[in-house]
């Protein structure tokens, strides 16, 4: 039985004094944001199991089925949490829900995180993992590198490091609610959205420490401000009501006016909150959003990625019935509109 959203939406303003409070301490924000992202309900024939690849823990989420149909292709999921919160464990039925419509299996990295570990903590560990994952069995060619949050904003960085570093590309990349600019918080510029939990002044107390004595505007922090050029095929979610879903639309812009820009796939749902894909098994639209992201991304790697520009736009395609507006990202020279509605 599918949740109400009007019933998750009252639980998320439940939490959210306690999350913007500065004098609730880190542990039991810590504890808040786990509980709310293992709201997901884990499909049956899930398998949970562990590892360690270059020094950091990660969670390893498959399903029975796939090992029958597994496209060989693996997700490397950096979870959400706003850089100072949020764990793997936390995030494993969530993970079995995008296995069993992806087909692949996901990978969890449990990397630093801040007020501890401030950037360019997390990052460095990520590369390092994302140097040695041919050496655990894993192709370049059939990973995809996602995340939700400020995990999308590091799955960004982490790739255009990569690209930096010249190692070879994933296949993909998958982005849900992204963070992508940390300088607008930091600056204290971000828009307020009607979003029933997350808050700019939320936003900014996750950015500080996380950035600290660094410029908010490097590449590393806010990705948006970098450049975005030779990238694989991105797919990114987005929703309404997030304060975050600027972040979103302003890659979007950048993207629709770039010569070569990398294959997009990007879906705004009008009327949903930041990161609603966290409650798959719960509530109908959140499980019919993580089916469009997990077949989208199943797609791209299927198809021969380098695929001419010219034959992959209008990339946006509508599903019925499943509630996204989506925005075309077409050449400069095609667009007569800059938004179109499913």
Known sequence: MSVPKPLVRSGLRLVRPMLDSPSTALGTKRTIVDRVVSLSRAPEGHIYDFDTIAGMDVQYVTMEANTASNCGSTIL?????????????????????????????????????????????????????????????????????????????????????????????????????????????????????????????????????????????????????????????????????????????????????????PRVISREYPDMWHGFHLMAGRMGIADDAVIDFGESLRSLVLEEVNAPLAEVVPINRPVAERGGHLRPVMPASDVESPTAQA
């Open 77 to 261: 999921y950096l979870h959400g949490g706003g850089t100072v919160a949020g764990s793997g464990r936390a995030y494993r039925a969530f993970a079995a829900n995008v296995s069993l419509i992806s087909g692949m299996d996901v990978i969890i990295p449990e990397y630093p995180l801040a007020p501890e570990s401030p950037y360019p903590a997390a990052l460095d560990a990520l590369l390092e993992l994302y140097r040695e994952l041919p050496q655990h069995g894993f192709d370049y060619d059939s990973l995809v590198i996602a995340g939700d949050a400020s995990g999308a904003g590091l799955a960004l960085s982490l790739v255009m490091r990569a690209r930096d570093e010249n190692l070879p590309m994933p296949s993909a990349i998958g982005m849900i609610s992204p963070w992508l600019d940390m300088a607008t918080d930091v600056y204290r510029d971000r828009e307020p959205g009607s979003d029933p939990m997350l808050t700019p002044s939320m936003i900014t107390s996750w950015a500080l420490p996380y950035v600290g004595r660094h410029d908010p505007e490097d590449p590393g922090i806010s990705p948006l401000r970098g450049d975005i050029s030779g990238l694989p095929a991105i797919v990114v979610h987005y929703a309404g009501n997030d304060p975050l879903r600027s972040d979103a639309e302003a890659l979007h812009e950048s993207l629709v006016d770039m010569p070569g820009a």
